[in-house]
């Protein structure tokens, strides 16, 4: 199999650091790690992130400045920018233009229309080329656009509450079984890693330990995502995150009315029918719900349900860890599938 | 002030202590405590829980058999009955016939409809003096029947999830304003002292920790005291618990829609009009939602709410401690409400 | 009794939150609370710390600009600094020529060896104005120092670490059973709130979760404190904390060899003795080692002892909650012993 | 390179779900896995452990019953038992009748002094084959004793606290630079999984979590490893463990007096002198101290040292998985050196 060369940017974060341990280990990845462009200081990645010290006797993998130059220099096919979507804006229209493909962790490319775009308020050195790019972008979900994905340059990955709460619902949508009169509740919780690095009131230990909190009631920048892949309205669904006091993974409850009554069976019927050749969602038994502690430190979703007696109230559980499926293992996921990679390859 | 003399029986769990914390330091109560009926041993209170030590050169309270002739030879005036279902449904009607007024915390008398208690598989020694007792008994939530509560003989203290749901929910029933045709969805988290201290599965720190998952998905025990208290059906509303990784403390994030579109100042005034005379509810001021970090090891229930911008979508979030307002401090608060106290007597 | 007034500055962070909390509901205290000098906001006290509304229709108490006039005007008695050391190094001085007593929670003015206060850096505008301050202050270790503490003008409270070290080896150092050739060694394990309300790398929730280090291993700033408190050197002792995965609570683990042959009675007995007429030490039974569970949220210090097979290896175990007998219990229990209160009044 | 078949019994505890992870991911290992001897049922490894189903269209791993006839038709080669003690006891000299080469992970067979193994009070059918057994059990530390794993019938794999504290002595011991007259206090805290999969009042969520508490302080089953392997009496060392309020991960600190004024130069030579060829032994510069999070769900042990300003007071920390590198890491690492695979096979 043919190897790629990765460039990673952005490797100071959490997702940055699993993201790296991924593609370190990925037999088809040869990764390169990126720090502040302008800087001239290398750094080592285990300096950063002492737990991935391998004690091989070999040196540990140096983090870089970034330049333009030396990714075209060393040939680098990827580019993954775990970035802040206002350098992600920045910099992914310079990297296609360089021929590389891009994957983008944050949120800066993800969301189509304008409107639902607006909270991440973006500013474009050119405005007509970005709108280009984005009009060509594939939303980074492969089970929902798998084949889209493999031929893409340019891939926006996915947030991590919406990864979550799409997974779930897709195959409901499309076999187009809720009653959306009904309306459909998101009530998600997330470990204080989504919160990110920054020490701010939020992550600190006090705040959040012992606790829960919700927040950002209306208008979570993963919204738009939601309404946008599974093309609802903000009168069809409502989305509330809570931040839970554990370090990682992510947990929705999604509360829905199916339009008719329906059995166990022809719910599993759905879902197992929808993800029948996706590796890294893994669907329960009915009645058998997800709990966080399934999915920690691994790379699937995990989607359950339970179907009221009435045969008509619906309850979907989704579960994954926010940094692995819901960031950097989606995005080696991606880059498997851009690559013709097993899609599962360096993921279990 | 007239002091009471109060028995609480089943002081070895987690609400008993805290009922036992509560009136030993309450101005006009005083306090004894029970243990297992037949036994003839007497413990110390602080060797059950040694942070209640208080070092003051006096002795431990006791804690002693269970024996009627005792309660009547001490003149005792009220029982606590903080014990298992099937020991309150035994001995509730007991000590009504002994002439004592009874605060049960189990689930045995809360549910007025056979439907709903069926949950519980009580089974009566005499079921009409049973049938007798349970239609007298009062449920205990000062908020909503004080004036019963007042006189009554036998009063039922609440579940600590339907608590904090009745709570959040029950001037907005009144008020005649949800959408039921919309559904009320429920989605509450708990710690784990709710699931009590017999070491199971469940409770084991490796399973808690670090973790998220839903349970009783249909069925909750407690799900029959929303259902009679706030006049609804179960097509009206689904209540989904969770288990939260913290030690104490609820909170349920309540979704509904309004009839009409609405302002956040009037739907402030329904909260606040019909909890003017409360004064262990805390109503937060609009947008502002409660945690549970602020209800921690506090008598007060913190009710709070977001409404969309559409003016009709709103989101209720409630808080409380399971073991204060949940159990002890309510139990506490009935008794002040049943003996003309002030009713935060000592819960503050 | 006679009502003193007390005004509290620096009533932002988390011991100062509690300070508060329990002058409020100290039967003989009417305290005030004061923040920025010159300064011309005054907030709400629940604003700052919602925990603390007691919704009993009152409004919340003020936090008025610190005004030395203001003080004067109300004529306080008491000045309690729970501010930074700098602070409390300039105010101090000035309080006490204000003719007010003085409680100071910061570690400015607790050392009297200016070798151990030069880990402090403090800056004097006049040093021997502050050095016969600092001469006459006591350190407000009550079980020690009881005496002194009713007497003056300028007490020093403790650090929460030493205060856990020096009531586990202060009985002992006066009995002179060490034996200091062998060394003694405290293991001492802090929650994070002992780091302060600052959000910083180490009090991130993903730093301080599922985690513990050491830290601070040589020149911890309590270790003076220690040294000259039980009279040793730092060849004796060797003190090393450590950060734990929890929001409050000190465990400290002392080990050390009696220098001769011993029994757990006889350590017993030597404990009792010294702590006889001190409300706020609770000594632990021989071999029940305290932990933190049992004095969470308690203003006790917990004491116990296990000694080994051979009469001569010592382990004592010490638990405090850092933020009351730590911080504001331990200041609330020198204003009472200063005014001749009952030494545990406002703090069972 | 030729592949082992191994069989793993006790797959339904915490370390024996960490072994079957790292065997079924190993390249050269092909397990299977074995249940309750005499049982008829077979059922499925992810049954037991959800988090490890893979999703890849194969069926999850069988756990089928304990049985000699199924282990020799098989040609199985290894025969890890992750049992309790007694267990252990009684099959691995069947098993090593039968050919196999066992590792085993309970304490059964660590100890070679019957003094220090009565803690486990073993009863042999057949003593004198069972001392016999003893006398050439290998104890199963590759750092130590690499030659003689390398050719042993039967390794005893050492217990958690154990490892990490013999991996921080053993370098000194070797040197002889300790000043034992001084005394070795090692101050040791672990996760709650160390204390079995069982529920139990100190597994309870509600004792582990915001507490901290020491335990068996004289006698804890894992010192008489201590003093074997690092060829120490119980005067000179004391040990004494902490349950730690997280899931997992040890933490020792390790107080010591060098003989003589050093460097700490001169101590960093002595341990990576020690660990040259040590691929699981990571050596931390002077002054960084390890931390759990470092070694969490790694294979590593972490050993790093602070040098007192004296020259002479040495505190070593030392961390490590108590599931892996304290249990199944390490007995996968024994037998990559029984078979002469590379030492860290399948553990990075």
Redesign the interface.
């Known amino acids: 199999m043919k190897h790629v060369k990765a460039a990673v940017a952005g490797v100071t974060g959490?997702a940055g650091a699993e993201l790296a341990r991924l593609l370190l280990a990925h037999p088809y990845a040869d990764p390169i790690f990126l720090g502040r462009m302008g800087s001239t200081e290398t750094t080592s990645l285990t300096d950063l992130h002492?737990?991935l010290?391998?004690?091989?006797g070999k040196p540990s993998p140096e983090v870089v400045p970034f330049d333009w130059e030396l990714l075209r220099a060393q040939q680098v096919d990827f580019l993954f920018l775990a970035t802040p979507h206002e350098q992600s804006r920045e910099w992914a229209p310079v990297a296609i233009a360089n021929g590389l493909r891009v994957i983008d962790l944050s949120g800066a490319w993800r969301l189509h229309d304008p409107a639902n775009a607006a909270v991440y308020k973006l500013e474009d050195h050119d405005p007509s080329a970005a709108a280009k790019l984005q009009a060509e972008t594939v939303y980074g979900s492969p089970e929902l656009h798998r084949a889209e994905i493999k031929d893409a340059r340019m891939v926006a990955n996915p947030g991590c509450y919406a990864t979550s709460v799409i997974l779930a619902l897709a195959p409901l949508v499309q076999a187009n079984v809720i009653d959306l009169s009904?309306?459909i509740?998101v009530?998600a919780?997330s470990g204080?890693?989504g919160a990110g690095?920054a020490?701010?009131?939020k992550?600190?230990?006090?705040?959040?330990?012992?606790?829960?909190?919700?927040y950002a009631?209306?208008g979570h920048r993963h919204t738009g995502e939601l309404l946008e892949q599974l093309h609802l309205t903000?009168?069809d669904i409502?989305f509330?995150p809570?931040l839970?006091?554990?370090?990682r993974?992510i947990?929705s409850?999604i509360?829905l009315?199916l339009r008719e009554k329906s059995t166990p069976a022809a719910v599993d019927a759905i879902l197992r029918d929808f993800y029948r050749n996706s590796?890294?969602?893994?669907v329960h038994a009915p009645g058998d719900?997800p709990?966080?502690?399934?999915?920690?430190?691994?790379s699937?979703s995990d989607i359950g349900f339970?179907l009221?007696?009435?045969g008509r109230?619906l309850?979907v559980?989704s579960c994954l860890d926010n940094l692995l499926k819901g960031a950097a293992s989606q995005a080696v996921q991606n880059m498997n599938v851009m690559c013709g990679f097993d899609e599962?390859e360096g993921l279990?």
């Open positions: 959490y002492p737990q010290a391998r004690n091989d009904r309306g509740v009530d919780k204080v890693s690095k020490p701010t009131t992550t600190h230990f006090m705040y959040a330990a012992d606790n829960l909190s919700a009631v209306h903000s009168e409502r509330t809570h839970l006091p554990i370090p993974g947990l409850s509360y009315r590796p890294m969602v893994r719900l709990q966080i502690q399934h999915i920690l430190r691994t699937y339970d009221a007696p009435n109230d309850l559980v599962a279990r």
